[in-house]
């Protein structure tokens, strides 16, 4: 059985077609998926498919891309992550690619984050690109590593995986690491240790090979499974074991 880690089953492209989402998902025997939140307005439709279905779990945060959103503070985290369905705070982190100029309210919404997922003793889903100097340096300073958690979408150096998994954080690969030109990615995914790592679809982003373009979906997280399977010349079920052990130690 398989897990899709991180998607976003709540988003539009995906919403109205969730009995053909499910089907799939039995189809290529993925049991579970974690619905991740991406702002507080849009929280209660992703709660709500957790309370549905029973193998759908959902996380609460902001993600740093959305700047014009209230300011969202630890207490409301804490507050809203008390649910059983409710496994993680976030996606959280830092994103230097998709906006520029000051930027220090990304970190200390960052670092809000942190400090909820301490108290409320969940782990945090990180999201970082092109910031990863920053993203360590504030996990470091405000002690992620106390709550632990997943550096989502992974698409960095194996530095910064190294310096993740040292803070006690999984790897989680998405469908970017089937692109044939992800060479490095590659090299990562097979240097990160099986007992470190997760994968998920981001979906309904970044489809993998044989789908790249099309609309992503849980059960696609298959076709990520077979590719890491290949990078580390081993089979398919003993990625999906070792990456379903790793979310069941991690979130449930």
Known sequence: MLVDSHCHIDFPELADQLDSVFDLMRK??????????????????????AETYPNIYASVGVHPDHEDVAVVTARELVALSDHPKIVAIGETGLDYYRLKGDLSWQHERFRTHIRAAREC???????????????????????ASAAGGVMHCFTESWETAEAAMALGFYISFSGIVTFKNAKALKEVARRVPLEKMLIETDSPYLAPVPYRGKTNQPGFVKHVAEEIARIKDTTLEQIAEATTYNFNLLFM
């Not at 998926?33 to 991406?38: E, P, Q, T, Y």
């Not at 003793?121 to 002690?143: F, W, Y």
């Open 28 to 49: 290529n025997q993925v049991e579970r998926a974690l619905c991740v939140s991406v702002t507080l307005e849009d929280f209660p439709r992703v709660r709500k498919l």
């Open 121 to 143: 003793g969940k782990p945090l889903i990180i999201h970082t690109r092109e910031a990863a100097e920053d993203t360590l340096r504030i996990m470091r300073e405000e002690s």
